[in-house]
């Protein structure tokens, strides 16, 4: 199993910034593909962007392309999503996953293994 906790959420005006995490634990088999997934109320879930933990490839979603980055610390196995010039459509409860597989993507069914989210609002 692996296990992920997210933090970091919070409320901030539009135009500010957050720093999302995610401290990962067990398998490492498990997490060969990290990534962010948002949902709004009422809207599906969708994802925001992706790392290959091995290679450190990122995939975005056009949505964030240029106001997001997705990085991670391997040694501290914790997941990071920096996030600037944020908008209320950026609203949303966020969930780190993780995937086994190494062809990395954003695609929801991949995903094994779900944080609780964290709760990002901008007003």
């Known amino acids: 199993h692996v296990q992920l906790v997210e933090s970091g959420g919070g409320s901030v005006q539009a135009g500010g910034s957050l720093r999302l995490s995610c401290a990962a634990s067990?398998?490492?088999?498990?997490?060969?593909?990290m990534a962010w997934f948002r949902q709004a109320p009422g809207k599906e879930r969708e994802g925001v962007a992706a790392?290959?933990?091995?290679?450190?490839?990122?995939y975005y979603a056009d949505s964030v392309k240029g106001r997001f980055t997705i990085s991670r610390d391997n040694a501290k196995n914790t997941l990071y999503l920096q996030m600037n010039s944020l908008t209320p459509e950026d609203t949303a409860m966020y969930y780190c996953?993780?995937?086994?597989?190494?062809?990395?993507?954003?695609?929801?069914?991949?995903?094994?293994?779900w944080g609780q989210g964290t709760q990002v609002t901008v007003s």
């Open positions: 790392i290959s933990i091995g290679r450190g490839i990122t």
């Open positions: 067990g398998r490492t088999y498990g997490r060969n593909c």
């Open positions: 996953a993780a995937s086994r597989y190494l062809d990395c993507s954003l695609r929801l069914a991949d995903f094994d293994y």
